[in-house]
């Protein structure tokens, strides 16, 4: 069964310093997609950010970077300058290229501290 | 992208009633899915609606406890029927942009706060 790990609940950063949130995945599929999203106290599910397998380059976008371990399956989400917009919770999903039913992680709560 | 109108935001709602939640998106989609997160959880999936068809629900979902309509391709609602306060959660409506070949992205309503008293 396909399942993904986000071991961390909560994670605090200083504003301005780099925070790491991590997120590992069991998958035997070789295509499949990988996402971070952010949940802030509004409920509003946004896209951080995506990565397709397929892509040995890590994606980035803006100050939110990944490193893509396929081996290892592994996706952590590198949050550079963190900003205090950035506080929400994120969560780690997966699907593969068939289906479009997401696997969600548990969620890690970010808290930014000014 | 689209953009996914979800009513209402909250309500608060006696036991043993039901609610009906609604989903309007701004574009045809064909694969609409409803989500569950309960209080500082993750989501879990209750059920995929596809237009012209009856809803696949997961495991541990019925139809008669969340009976779904899907309509049109812009359009669905979800029901919490004979609602207790354990159905008291944060409800989702989600789409997935299958307008280009390859994945996008889902898109996500603003969710529906239910609170059941």
């Known amino acids: 069964a396909q399942t993904v790990t986000q071991s961390q609940p909560e994670m605090s950063v200083q504003e301005a310093e780099t925070v790491t949130l991590s997120c590992t995945y069991d998958?035997?599929?070789?295509?499949?997609?990988l996402f971070w999203y952010k949940q802030p106290p509004s409920r509003q599910m946004i896209l951080v950010i995506r990565?397709?397998?397929?892509k040995q380059q890590n994606a980035t976008e803006n100050r939110f970077s990944v490193n893509f371990q396929k081996a290892a399956k592994s996706f952590s989400l590198k949050i550079s300058d963190s900003q205090l917009g950035d506080a929400a919770m994120y969560f780690c999903?997966?699907?593969?290229?068939?289906?479009?039913?997401?696997?969600w992680g548990a969620g890690t709560k970010l808290i930014i501290k000014p | 992208s689209a953009v996914i109108s979800q009513k209402p935001s909250r309500d608060i709602c006696q036991r043993g009633t039901s609610l009906t939640i609604q989903c309007q998106v701004d574009s045809q989609v064909t694969m609409m899915f409803w989500y569950r997160q309960q209080p500082g959880q993750s989501l879990t999936l209750i059920a995929t609606a596809n237009q012209g068809s009856e809803a696949t629900y997961e495991s541990g979902f019925v139809i008669d406890k969340f009976p779904i309509s899907r309509p049109n391709l812009t359009f669905s609602t979800l029901t919490v029927s004979n609602m207790s306060p354990e159905d008291s959660s944060i409800y989702l409506c989600?789409?997935?942009?299958?307008?280009?070949?390859?994945?996008?992205?889902?898109?996500f309503g603003q969710g529906t706060r239910l609170t059941v008293v």
């Open positions: 989600s789409v997935e942009d299958q307008s280009v070949l390859v994945a996008t992205e889902a898109f």
């Open positions: 998958t035997s599929e070789s295509d499949y997609y």
């Open positions: 990565q397709e397998a397929y």
């Open positions: 999903a997966y699907r593969t290229n068939s289906n479009y039913q997401l696997i």
